[in-house]
Structures are given as C-alpha cells and as structure tokens.
C-alpha cells in the first residue's frame, strides 16, 4: 500500500507584531497562495517565487484609465451631436448627418479595440 501523504502534524510558532508583519510582507511579495505553503517552501529551502512590480507600468495604467474616462465622455458628446442633428431637416445637414454618422461609426469602432486592449494590459497587469 502506498503510504499517505496528509499533514497530521502541527508546529506551532510565536511571533512579535513585528515580526509578524515581515512575515506577511514577504508572503504578499510571492505568489504562494496560502502562508502555509509559503512557509513550507522556506523551511525546506524549495524556491519561492516572488513576484515584480514595474511602476512604470502602474503610472501607465493610471494614464491609461484617464484617457479610457476621456473617450467615454468624447463618445458621449459625439452622441449627443448625432441625435441633435438628426432632428434638423435640411438636405445639406442631413448629408453631413449621415457623413458624421460614418465617421462616428469608425471612431467608436476603433474607441472598442483601445478599450479591449486597455482591458488585457490591466487585467495581465493587475492579477
């Protein structure tokens, strides 16, 4: 019979606060879902793998977001002009009411591929 390999044994541990705290600071750096197994890794001197942060992608992601908040509200705006002009009923505005709605049509297209791609880098980023 193959032999078990359930944890039945305990150890127990004292910390300080602040020892403690180093402790959790080093387990949030890694990507060991429990302490439990961060622990075990360091006691039996298996790799931990920790994790890396590029600022300089965090201060991208924040651009990122307020220009994601921009094109929403030019988005709104271009809306707002459409319906507007929809309701004018000479036959030069509704020429360009209908170049505006092209127009429109492409920009909110590629407004959708930006705000795609915005939603990979974050959620890459952020995991």
Same mark, same amino acid.
């Given at each position: 019979?193959?032999?078990?390999?359930?944890? *039945?044994?305990?150890?127990?541990?004292?910390?300080?606060?602040? +020892?403690? =705290?180093?402790?959790? %600071?080093?387990?949030?750096?890694?990507?060991? =879902?429990?302490?439990?197994?961060?622990?075990?890794?360091?006691?039996?001197? =298996?790799?931990?793998?920790?994790?890396?942060?590029?600022?300089?992608?965090?201060?991208?992601?924040?651009?990122?977001?307020?220009? /994601? %908040? +921009?094109?929403?509200? $030019?988005?709104? /705006? $271009?809306?707002?002009?459409?319906?507007?002009?929809?309701?004018?009923?000479?036959?030069? $505005?509704?020429?360009?009411?209908?170049? &505006?709605?092209?127009?429109?049509?492409? &920009? &909110? *297209?590629? $407004?959708? +591929?930006?705000?795609?791609?915005? +939603?990979?880098?974050?959620?890459?980023?952020?995991?």
């Amino acid at each position: 019979m193959k032999e078990r390999d359930n944890r *039945t044994k305990w150890v127990h541990l004292r910390l300080t606060p602040g +020892e403690y =705290r180093q402790l959790q %600071s080093r387990f949030g750096k890694t990507t060991c =879902r429990k302490m439990s197994d961060y622990l075990r890794a360091v006691i039996f001197e =298996r790799p931990v793998v920790a994790t890396y942060r590029n600022t300089s992608i965090d201060h991208a992601l924040a651009a990122m977001s307020v220009l /994601n %908040s +921009e094109l929403n509200a $030019i988005g709104n /705006n $271009i809306n707002q002009m459409a319906k507007k002009m929809h309701t004018i009923r000479m036959p030069e $505005i509704t020429h360009w009411s209908l170049q &505006f709605d092209n127009h429109s049509q492409s &920009f &909110f *297209t590629k $407004i959708g +591929e930006v705000k795609q791609l915005l +939603e990979k880098l974050s959620a890459r980023w952020l995991r």
